[in-house]
């Protein structure tokens, strides 16, 4: 039976993505209600397809639409279809966006660019700032799945050498540089989701984001020098020895280095092909991304002369690896649909009402404070992200804020960073844990609060100065 769900779990998203941009450049009102009928498909085989535990969450809020939808609609039946339509956008960059892995697979660019930078990655500090950095990029290519990707390569790197204190030299750099991507990372779907949601400009919301990225990683260095002297541990030293040893394995040997230049080409033509598309086409982001990647992916074969290796990965993605990603899906599908009837009934107002009438009783406190705390809370009851993003932004996309909206963007963001390294019943948290094997109280919680609690801080200086000035 399960085998028979994954196919038609992997039919439905694969037509429901189809459809969507199919009826993005030709309109077709049954192939727009078709897309409705696939998202309920989605949604039926999902439940068949994973155990209880991971559809609880889908079925509460497919429950609660429904509810709300029942008491409050005028046309059941309409509403309906136009909530199971809500997400097409981001089930469509998701369903693409994985793509971009198959690339990083044919070649061995992270260790050479790590073998490259020797010079820069020879203390603890250094090596620190690096593993956050490429962690950063990374995340461009395989969002959360670099977390384990990230962590198996540093863990062969450092194979001869385990216990807590490496454990949390790898495992903070890694979370917290994946949770800082989600400010500023173009391919991240729920950023680029929050940007679109309030209106936000692009280009602004990625600097200001960048910007707190490089700040929030400079500041984990710091915390990461102290927790050196606390475990008492040479990283340093044993550091160096270890990058001579992949510096003698490369197969780049002189100053120049192919695959280096290589991987700064291809993250440049991807994400320059995104701007360059959106600017004289003026699509939106969300269907440029995943235009831009499926191109870009099939190129990268054809010209390396490696199809083959797209076939087989293909044959793969749309045979298991679709279904993989089942909760997923079907969260920002159940998502959807509530965020839409939510929108309808104007409970978004009486959100930001309650939230007006706490600040108004404690001075100076205002709503930019209140919104990462919402994102964080939503983190600990088991939402990722994504959907965290989804259902806070979608609600809030249709109230007017005084303040600029790459501030809301930023302030909603910065929860989700906090969220990503904090809570044990996200997924990067619990992927970390199947990995090298502690508890996620222990990898979210107990060893990043007090960075949590400091970027918190750092953020909201920003936020309020900018607000007050």
Sequence with gaps: MNRKAATSFIFSVTGYGLVHFITYFYESALLTLMLSVLGVVLLIFTAILLPFKKVQLQMWLVIMAIAVLFFTSDSFGGDLVKGLQQMRNLVGLLLVVPMISWVLKEEPYIEEIMSYAHNFLNQSQKFYFGLMAMTQVISHFLLFGVVPMMYHFIDTFLKDHKGEAWENFKGTAILRGFGLSTLWVISIPSFIFAVEALDATLWKSMVLGFVFALAGTVLSVIFSYYQEKK??????????????????????????????????????????TIFFIHEITGLEFLLTIPLVILIWTFLYFLIKRRMPSFVRESQYYFSKGIAKQAQQYSILVAAGLLIYILNQSNVGEYVINGMNFLTGIIPLL?????LPFIVILLGFIGLGPLPVIVLVTGILEAIPFPYPP???????????????????FVMPVIILSSVNGLSGVRNGLQFNLKFAIAFYVMVQLFIQTVIHL
Excluded at 232 to 258: P, T
Excluded at 366 to 370: E, Q, V
């Design 231 to 272: 475990y008492g541990v040479d990283f340093s030293g044993i550091l160096g020895d270890e990058i001579e040893k992949a510096m003698k394995n490369s197969r780049n040997q002189g100053k120049w280095n192919k695959d280096v230049a290589e991987f700064v080409f291809l993250f440049i033509s991807l994400f320059g």
């Design 366 to 370: 205002n709503i930019l404070f209140l």
């Design 406 to 424: 790459e501030l809301v963007v930023l302030a909603v963001t910065s929860g989700s960073v906090i969220s990503i390294i904090l809570s044990p």
